[in-house]
């Protein structure tokens, strides 16, 4: 699987951005999907998960309530909706692929190259 993250941007605090992340490969369907961010000096932390039917999903707490995560296998794409941005939101965001949830990065056997994402005052 192949991923491309994309959508990313300057926004300023309160707004919102849209990532989407483009997924090659036939059997994406099967797949649970992440995504994660890393802001420069951080770890890569993770924001949200969704299984391969879409049905279910979980937050980060940081995130819980403002970001929203969806999956359209038929497009083979996966979106994260992010509102209420605040400057700490400010990072690289990555989506990733694998084939079980988890809130680690190594759960995750596929990487998009990321997308950068800052909020300004």
């Known amino acids: 699987v192949q991923l491309q993250a994309s959508g990313g941007g300057l926004v300023q605090a309160g707004g919102s951005l849209r990532l989407s992340c483009a997924a090659s490969g036939r059997t994406f369907s099967r797949y649970f999907m992440g995504w994660f961010r890393q802001a420069p000096g951080k770890e890569r932390e993770f924001l949200a998960s969704?299984?391969?039917?879409?049905?279910?999903?979980d937050y980060a707490d940081s995130v819980k309530g403002r970001f929203t995560v969806s999956k359209d296998n038929a497009k083979n794409a996966v979106y994260l909706q992010m509102n209420s941005l605040k400057l700490e939101d400010t990072a690289v965001y990555y989506c990733?692929?694998?084939?079980?949830?988890?809130?680690?990065?190594?759960?995750?056997?596929?990487w998009g190259p990321g997308t950068l994402v800052t909020v300004s005052s």
């Open positions: 969704i299984n391969w039917s879409g049905g279910s999903t």
């Open positions: 990733a692929a694998g084939q079980s949830c988890g809130t680690v990065p190594i759960r995750y056997n596929y």
